[in-house]
């Protein structure tokens, strides 16, 4: 090779070289306008030892603080103070807490005034369906909840909740452990929320799969899993793209596209989040009715379910309303029609988003109104209100 074609080769070399380093710069600054709920991102050991330092609850994974709860364990209620007996228990996750407004405001709170008795409010932000589940059969053991007239709300996102040990790989929370529910040769089983101490430190970081066990959401594993970041930079950037929850989210916009995780609402889905849940919620109302308790399970819609079925006239949980009617002691009811019906024409988001850029958060102010009008109606039109008085 002549000195010519060894210089040419050099800069050809430099060259690329040099493109790929600041292609690797632009997308590892990319990266940094990306929010961090969208990637998956291991904990740090002093994150690691903070949340082992933290109030965990190790059967059914976090409470909400103690602030906010009675001694019982329900949420504080204006409107029940004075009221000696609980007429209706509620369990659920955020949507049924009543996270971003006041305890005023949150639509059991709201039922309270309504009906004249007390609503006890055990809903937790972030549990899925099987948490508040299990929150409800420890209450119930432990003869806390007296109230006759029991409620589980289903959100319907819940779903995805229900098929991972660990809320951060959902969310953006550094490490949140939970107990989760599998469906066993029909039967529903219990996978107890992993234990884990500061020794484990180096062992979850490098092979989280040890402890969580059976976790569909495992990073990178699957659609709906988050994505891992790592150099070089201008492969793993563009991978985040491949995360359904992002481009998902993406395409709603412009398109009739369901919510990222309408997939696990089909029976045939390997994760078998639909069998899950609605054991979960089967188990629940036998459950109920050995306790001597009157359930009632609904099914509550995300705003975007609810733009979705105006686009499409489809809602994406019918699969698990199906499966529920088919047991006959079960009474399980969608919400999301009473509540379109009282918005009408109105804007969504006035109602069901406190983040209006992309449709989703939590209930409103106005929402909880409305949906405490709606539950009103729905245990009126059901008799429920007899079991009570």
């Given at each position: ?9 050099a800069?050809?070399v ?6 790929l380093?600041v292609?690797?710069?632009i997308f ?7 929010p961090?709920?969208w990637?998956?991102?291991p ?6 030892l903070?949340y082992?330092r933290?109030d ?6 976090w409470r909400p603080?103690?602030h906010?709860?009675s001694?019982?364990?329900?949420r504080?209620s204006?409107?029940?103070e004075?009221?000696?007996?609980p007429?209706i228990?509620l369990y ?16 059991g709170?709201v039922?309270t005034?309504?009906?004249g008795?007390?609503?006890d409010n055990y ?5 899925g369906?099987?948490?508040a589940?299990?929150y ?5 053991q432990?003869a806390?909840?007296?109230a006759?007239?029991v409620?589980l709300?289903h959100l319907?996102?819940n ?5 991972t040990?660990?809320?951060?790989l959902l ?6 452990l ?6 066993d040769n ?6 107890e929320?992993?234990r ?6 180096d062992?979850?970081i490098?092979d989280m ?7 569909y959401?495992l990073p990178?594993?699957?659609a709906l899993s ?5 150099f070089?930079?201008?492969?793993t950037?563009?991978?985040l793209?491949?995360?359904?929850r992002?481009y998902?989210s993406?395409l709603?916009?412009?398109f009739d596209?369901p919510?990222w995780?309408?997939?696990?609402y089909?029976?045939?889905h390997?994760?078998q989040?639909l069998q899950v849940?609605r054991?979960?919620l089967?188990?629940?109302v036998?459950?109920a ?11 509550i ?5 609810l733009?979705?079925?105006r686009?499409t ?5 019918a699969?698990?309303?199906t499966m529920?009617q088919?047991?006959?002691s ?5 919400l999301g ?10 804007d969504l ?9 992309t ?13 405490a009008?709606v539950v ?5 039109k ?7 008085r």
């Amino acid at each position: 090779m002549t000195t010519g074609m060894q210089r040419t080769c050099a800069l050809y070399v430099a060259t690329v070289l040099v493109t790929l380093a600041v292609l690797e710069g632009i997308f590892y600054g990319l990266l940094w306008c990306i929010p961090k709920q969208w990637y998956y991102k291991p904990p740090t050991r002093e994150a690691f030892l903070q949340y082992l330092r933290s109030d965990i609850d190790w059967e059914v994974g976090w409470r909400p603080p103690p602030h906010e709860l009675s001694t019982a364990g329900y949420r504080l209620s204006p409107a029940g103070e004075g009221l000696a007996t609980p007429c209706i228990s509620l369990y659920g996750d955020s949507f049924t807490f009543g996270s971003e407004v006041a305890p005023e405001v949150v639509w059991g709170n709201v039922l309270t005034a309504r009906l004249g008795c007390r609503v006890d409010n055990y809903g937790v932000p972030g549990y899925g369906t099987d948490q508040a589940y299990m929150y409800f059969r420890r209450q119930h053991q432990q003869a806390v909840d007296q109230a006759p007239v029991v409620i589980l709300s289903h959100l319907s996102e819940n779903i995805v909740r229900n098929i991972t040990q660990d809320y951060s790989l959902l969310y953006q929370s550094v490490l949140a452990l939970k107990p989760r529910f599998i469906t066993d040769n029909g039967q529903l089983r219990l996978i107890e929320m992993p234990r884990v101490g500061p020794q484990d430190y180096d062992a979850y970081i490098r092979d989280m799969a040890q402890f969580l066990r059976v976790d569909y959401l495992l990073p990178s594993k699957s659609a709906l899993s988050k994505r891992r970041i790592f150099f070089p930079h201008i492969f793993t950037v563009p991978y985040l793209f491949t995360y359904k929850r992002l481009y998902a989210s993406l395409l709603f916009y412009a398109f009739d596209v369901p919510p990222w995780f309408a997939e696990l609402y089909d029976p045939s889905h390997p994760s078998q989040a639909l069998q899950v849940t609605r054991d979960i919620l089967i188990n629940f109302v036998s459950d109920a009715q050995r306790y001597g308790k009157h359930p009632l399970i609904f099914v509550i819609p995300t705003a975007r379910d609810l733009v979705y079925f105006r686009r499409t006239g489809h809602w994406i949980y019918a699969n698990l309303l199906t499966m529920l009617q088919r047991q006959g002691s079960v009474q399980a009811m969608n919400l999301g029609p009473q509540l379109l019906a009282k918005v009408q024409d109105d804007d969504l988001c006035d109602y069901f988003c406190t983040t209006r850029t992309t449709r989703s958060g939590h209930y409103t102010m106005q929402g909880h109104r409305v949906l405490a009008e709606v539950v009103q109606e729905v245990v009126e039109k059901l008799g429920v209100l007899s079991v009570i008085r």
